[in-house]
C-alpha cells in the first residue's frame, strides 16, 4: 500500500468507529423516555449528517490525483477532528 491508502484505511476505520458510537447513541435514544428521546434522536441525526460528509469527503480523497490528496490532506485532517470532537460531545451529553 502507497501513503495515501494507509491514510484513507485509517480515516475509513475511524468513521467505522464513530458510527459504531453514533449506533449505540441511537439504541439508547429508543430506550429514552420520551422528552430525551427527541433530544438523542436530534444528536444521532446531526451526527449521521456529519458522517455522511466525512464518507463523502473520504471518498474525493481516495479518488483524488496523487498531486491533490495531498492538498486535501489538511481540510480532511480538520473535518475529522471536528467529527470527532462532536461524537465525543454527544457521547459525553448522553452518558
Known amino acids: 500500500m502507497n501513503k495515501r491508502d494507509d491514510y484513507v484505511e485509517k480515516l475509513k476505520s475511524q468513521l467505522d468507529a464513530w458510527n459504531a458510537d453514533v449506533d449505540a447513541l441511537e439504541s439508547r435514544a429508543h430506550k429514552a423516555q420520551a422528552e430525551a428521546q427527541a433530544v438523542y434522536q436530534a444528536q444521532v441525526e446531526a451526527l449521521r449528517a456529519r ?27 480538520k473535518a475529522w477532528d471536528d467529527m470527532g470532537e462532536a461524537v465525543k460531545a454527544a457521547s459525553s451529553r448522553f452518558k
Open 51 to 77: 458522517s455522511e460528509q466525512a464518507r463523502l469527503q473520504l471518498d474525493l480523497l481516495r479518488r483524488a490525483s496523487e498531486d491533490a490528496w495531498s492538498e486535501m490532506r489538511s481540510g480532511m485532517e
